[in-house]
T-cell receptor, first 114, second 115 residues
Framework: AQTVTQSQPEMSVQEAETVTLSCTYD???????LFWYKQPPSRQMILVIR??????QNATENRFSVNFQKAAKSFSLKISDSQLGDTAMYFC???????????FGDGTTLTVKP | DAGVIQSPRHEVTEMGQEVTLRCKPI?????LFWYRQTMMRGLELLIY????????DSGMPEDRFSAKMPNASFSTLKIQPSEPRDSAVYFC?????????????FGDGTRLSIL
């Protein structure tokens, strides 16, 4: 079974600065997908970024980027130029290829301070 | 695209009562997931369906919980009888078919309080 570990329950960052959220996972699969989801205080969970394991290039979506280290089974999320609206809980998730479900980490609560 | 629609948004009821949570997935999505979120346990997958068929219900906590998906556009999660420890936020999510793995689209959740 796959496991996803987010070792930082809470983090904070000053507005406009950069923060990195860590995620590690354990799997024997070679092909899989990784996701970061954001859950703001409004509750709805939305996708931030995704990474296919077969792609060596790190995914980037505007201010959000990942550092995917397949050998180390690490998938960290970097948020640049943090904004107050980035305050949320962030979940890392793993999905095997052709699997229906994802395995989620316990989440990291990020607070962006003005 | 209306997104995943859950109802009610909030539910407060007394223990022992039956509770029914409803979900309408995004049209065209063939996976539907029910999650429970609490401070203590985080996000737990309860059950998921593919093409209206339950695939994995190993996360359903006990027989008091049941889920159905009578058609592609509707699913229910029922708790009978409810207990205070069932208090949580329940999320429904859906995702489209392949060929590549797709992220899940979540509803706004139902905040359930059992008194």
């Amino acid at each position: 079974a796959q496991t996803v570990t987010q070792s930082q329950p809470e983090m904070s960052v000053q507005e406009a600065e950069t923060v990195t959220l860590s995620c590690t996972y354990d799997t024997s699969e070679n092909n899989y997908y990784l996701f970061w989801y954001k859950q703001p205080p409004s509750r709805q969970m939305i996708l931030v970024i995704r990474q296919e394991a077969y792609k060596q290039q790190n995914a980037t979506e505007n201010r959000f980027s990942v550092n995917f280290q397949k050998a180390a089974k690490s998938f960290s999320l970097k948020i640049s130029d943090s904004q107050l609206g980035d305050t949320a809980m962030y979940f890392c998730a793993f999905m095997k290829t052709n699997a229906g479900k994802s395995t989620f980490g316990d989440g990291t609560t990020l607070t962006v301070k003005p | 695209d209306a997104g995943v629609i859950q109802s009610p948004r909030h539910e407060v009821t007394e223990m022992g009562q039956e509770v029914t949570l409803r979900c309408k997935p995004i049209s065209g999505h063939d996976y539907l997931f029910w999650y429970r979120q609490t401070m203590m346990r985080g996000l737990e997958l309860l059950i998921y369906f593919n093409n209206n068929v339950p695939i994995d219900d190993s996360g359903m906590p006990e027989d008091r919980f049941s889920a159905k998906m009578p058609n592609a556009s509707f699913s229910t999660l029922k708790i009978q009888p409810s207990e205070p420890r069932d208090s949580a936020v329940y999320f429904c999510a859906s995702s489209p078919p392949g060929p590549v793995n797709q992220p899940q689209h979540f509803g706004d959740g139902t905040r359930l309080s059992i008194l």
